[in-house]
């Protein structure tokens, strides 16, 4: 098995990291070492008795485990390519994968990660369904080949169709992405051309679109496991650390539109370009045969 660099971000949140490290303790897939960057946290992860418990069963468990402590509260962006570096210098291992710091995986989550790259992608991720209210669901068979899919408009504005990743499949497939979400593996080679920005707020809002989107233009292909799961314990969109979040996230909206009309203008759509070049040209016709059967989703009482 591939062994994979795993990489968190944390701060403020050692009762949640906790968690997360103990679902990893349970993963299926176990060839893994694991880098935690503490962005300058008011009461630092590595003080934290359950965070240093966790850290030694993970290491007489056979993983590396390396807790970095920050000082400067980089945002999460910088702290991302900080870690990011330190990974790329210290080890060569041929995965890497980001995980955030308040999600419990499912125990098949990196196996299933593991599994779409070893399927031909670049970068993989799963789907985070939602933990508050109904449980939804949704036929895969009635799903076009492409989730988290990106529509491009001819003026550069763009809309993304996230919904995707609220959904928990009937079935297990992999299918093509324009863009991942959250927690993800992939290969090496992803993160040697491919920065974080480091143009954005604390919030880091769009920061997965800027990635998924220099991704496709690298020629990279990006796949999502309909049957991995993740559950998000804070919130699948950024989290509420910061009491001026709403404000931020339109800035960095604002942002990443001027970017994409940057692209759009030097490459034309370049999402539709892709899903060309792999092959998925009758996406407005599959998308039609979706809402003709009706039975996109049904809700779980």
């Given at each position: 098995m591939d062994r994979?660099?795993?990489?968190?971000?944390?701060?403020?949140?050692?009762?949640?990291?906790?968690?997360?490290?103990?679902?990893?303790?349970?993963q299926t897939h176990q060839d893994f070492d694991l880098y935690i960057l503490d962005d300058a946290s008011q009461n630092p992860s590595m003080n934290n008795y359950f965070v240093n418990y966790l850290i030694q069963k993970l290491k007489l468990e056979g993983h590396k485990v390396m807790m970095?402590?920050?000082?400067?509260?980089?945002?999460?962006?910088?702290?991302?390519?900080?870690l990011v570096d330190y990974v790329l210098k210290n080890s060569t291992n041929p995965l890497m994968g980001r995980l955030d710091d308040d999600v419990i995986l499912e125990p098949d989550y990196?196996?299933?990660l593991v599994n779409v790259?070893?399927?031909g992608y670049d970068i993989a991720s799963g789907v985070t369904p939602h933990i508050i209210g109904n449980r939804i669901r949704r036929e895969t068979k009635f799903v076009s080949p492409v989730i988290n899919r990106v529509v491009l408009n001819n003026d550069g504005s763009f809309l993304i169709n996230s919904d995707d990743c609220g959904f928990e499949y009937t079935e297990s497939k992999i299918l093509t992405a324009d863009h991942f979400r959250s927690c993800m593996i992939c290969k090496r080679e992803v993160h040697d051309q491919i920065e974080y920005e480091d143009n954005l707020t604390n919030v880091g809002f769009r920061e997965e679109e800027f990635f998924s989107f220099r991704a496709i233009l690298k020629g990279f292909k990006i796949g999502v496991d309909t049957s991995a799961k993740v559950q998000h314990l804070v919130c699948p969109s950024g989290g509420t650390r910061n009491p001026n979040y709403?404000?931020?996230?339109?800035?960095?909206?604002?942002?990443?539109?001027?970017?994409?009309?940057?692209?759009?203008?030097?490459?034309?759509?370049?999402?539709?370009?892709?899903?060309?070049?792999?092959?998925l040209d009758d996406l407005n016709k599959l998308s039609n045969l979706n809402k003709e059967n009706n039975l996109i989703y049904s809700r779980e009482e």
């Open positions: 994979v660099d795993l990489m968190v971000t944390t701060k403020n949140r050692p009762t949640e990291l906790a968690l997360l490290m103990q679902s990893l303790r349970t970095i402590q920050n000082n400067i509260g980089a945002g999460v962006c910088r702290a991302r390519q900080q990196i196996s299933k790259i070893q399927n709403g404000n931020d996230t339109l800035q960095d909206h604002k942002v990443f539109n001027r970017f994409v009309k940057k692209i759009f203008a030097k490459h034309g759509d370049f999402i539709e370009a892709y899903h060309k070049r792999l092959g």
